[in-house]
Nanobody, 114 residues
Framework: VQLVESGGGLVQPGGSLRLSCAAS????????MSWYRQAPGKEREWVAR????????NYADSVKGRYTISRDNSKNTVYLQMNNLKPEDTAVYYC????????WGQGTQVTVSS
């Protein structure tokens, strides 16, 4: 099983980024998918979740209204659209696949700074 995140980078406050997580080696459409993040010196925190079919999403209060999680089961990919980014959004972002087992990606760095 492999989860590969991409799309991170440096962005100014108020800017946007779209993260992708491409999955292989698993029956992607059976897995709920989540995004987590970990800032320097802090514990990893849950950001957003989408169910296997894509019809149900949940968000942490800190990102609600700014982030959107989505998935394309035909491409085995989950996305995280991040708008109105703030410096406190700076972190390594990880995707996680959850069903009978759980799998993590290696992470992608997001830095929000002027």
């Amino acid at each position: 099983v492999q989860l590969v995140e991409s799309g991170g980078g440096l962005v100014q406050p108020g800017g946007s980024l779209r993260l992708s997580c491409a999955a292989s080696g698993l029956t992607f459409a059976s897995y709920a998918m989540s995004w987590y993040r970990q800032a320097p010196g802090k514990e990893r925190e849950w950001v957003a979740r989408i169910n296997s079919a894509g019809g149900n999403t949940n968000y942490a209060d800190s990102v609600k209204g700014r982030y959107t999680i989505s998935r394309d089961n035909s491409k085995n990919t989950v996305y995280l659209q991040m708008n109105n980014l703030k410096p406190e959004d700076t972190a390594v972002y990880y995707c996680k696949a959850m069903w009978t087992s759980a799998y993590w990606g290696q992470g992608t760095q997001v830095t929000v700074s002027s």
